[in-house]
Structure formats: structure tokens, C-alpha cells
T-cell receptor
């Protein structure tokens, strides 16, 4: 059983550019989560999906951020008009369903110059 | 408002000894607690969890203790091994295990 995969692993962009990250969850995991981790902090919840439905969004997820999971499988997280404060590790996790352990991918490290 | 706190940024232990990592929380609605281990440039790896209906859960060298009245949990690693050197995150969730709230992590260094 392959784990959660994320692509790309690293992204360097200039301020104002748009970026998109992809997450492929563990096969048949219904729930998919996005978190963000900055230096010296623990991961912070951004949003999560139950199949293709986005059930909750954190107030951290400003209107420049959008996440989708169109067919209930992989998910994308897009950041528009990136800012230096968006520099962080973006982590994706999946779980079989509610009440189940979340398993994390390796993350995408974003650096906004 | 930090709902999950790990007050020790780092811990050094000798190989073979016990490592004790601590975590405090403020939200009494949390009903599930987890520990994750993280190596540099990797995502967090699940270690062990405990439900609020229990006060102890054991898995091999790892034991988690929960003291609900004190809103405190701890992770014991016995015996500690150099490969255990990593950052350990405590996390909590409420109401059916949805979003996780993480602490800031404790860096464990196990020296030979």
C-alpha cells in the first residue's frame, strides 16, 4: 500500500505568482486534509474533504487559497498572488474515514521570494 | 491561543534510557490524542494514539499516558534508541477525529 504522495516536493516562486500543489491520498481513503507548517511550529489545519465535499475551512485559508478534490481522489491546493508569508511546508494527510488516524505525505516546501 | 502545548522544545537522553515527552492541552472537548514523529524534510509519521476513555495505551517501546483531570499526556519511549532522534508532535482532536490541533513539538536527541 503506497503512502500519501505530494507533488512537487519543493517550489520556489516569486511574490505575486500563482502556485498549485497536488496530493494523492492512500487508495480508498475517504478523508483528505491540508495543513500548513511554518518554522518552529506544529502543523496547522487548513481544510479537509470527505470524498469530493469540502467540509471545513480554517480562517487561515484566505480567499487567495482554494482547494479542490474533484473526483474524490487526488486534491489540489492553489495559492493565488503568493506573498512571502505563504512560505511554509504544506502537508497533506488522508484517513479511511471519521474516527481514523491521519497519515501524512512528505509535504511540499514553498518558498516565496 | 495555543490549545495544545509542548513546553519543552528539546530533550536529550542516552541510549537505553527512558525518554518522557510531555504535552498539555486546554480544550476539555478534545477526546482523541495522538503522537507523531517527524524527521527533517519528511511528513509526520503516526506513532501512537489514545482515546479519552482510556488512561494508557502501549505499543512496543511506546506508551502514552493520559491524565484528563490535569489535561496532560505524556509519551514514554523505553528503551530509547538513536533512531528515535526526531521532533515529536502531540496532537488532539474533538468530536469524531476530524481536524488535528498540534503542539509546537519537542526535539528528542538520543545519544549512543
Amino acid at each position: 500500500d503506497t503512502g500519501v504522495s505530494q507533488d512537487p516536493r519543493h517550489k520556489i516562486t516569486k511574490r505575486g505568482q500563482n502556485v498549485t500543489f497536488r496530493c494523492d491520498p492512500i487508495s480508498e481513503h475517504n478523508r483528505l486534509y491540508w495543513y500548513r507548517q511554518t518554522l518552529g511550529q506544529g502543523p496547522e489545519f487548513l481544510t479537509y474533504f470527505q470524498n469530493e465535499a469540502q467540509l471545513e475551512k480554517s480562517r487561515l485559508l484566505s480567499d487567495r487559497f482554494s482547494a479542490e478534490r474533484p473526483k474524490g481522489s487526488f486534491s489540489t491546493l492553489e495559492i493565488q498572488r503568493t506573498e512571502q508569508g505563504d512560505s511554509a511546508m504544506y502537508l497533506c494527510a488522508s484517513s479511511p474515514g471519521t474516527g481514523e488516524t491521519q497519515y501524512f505525505g512528505p509535504g511540499t516546501r514553498l518558498l516565496v521570494l | 491561543d495555543q490549545q495544545v502545548k509542548q513546553n519543552s522544545p528539546s530533550l536529550s537522553v542516552q541510549e537505553g534510557r527512558i525518554s518522557i515527552l510531555n504535552c498539555d492541552y486546554t480544550n476539555s472537548m478534545f477526546d482523541y490524542f495522538l503522537w507523531y514523529k517527524k524527521y527533517p524534510a519528511e511528513g509526520p509519521t503516526f506513532l501512537i494514539s489514545i482515546s479519552s476513555i482510556k488512561d494508557k495505551n502501549e505499543d512496543g517501546r511506546f506508551t502514552v499516558f493520559l491524565n484528563k483531570s490535569a489535561k496532560h499526556l505524556s509519551l514514554h519511549i523505553v528503551p530509547s534508541q538513536p533512531g528515535d532522534s526526531a521532533v515529536y508532535f502531540c496532537a488532539a482532536s474533538e468530536g469524531g477525529f476530524q481536524k488535528l490541533v498540534f503542539g509546537t513539538g519537542t526535539r528528542l536527541l538520543v545519544s549512543p
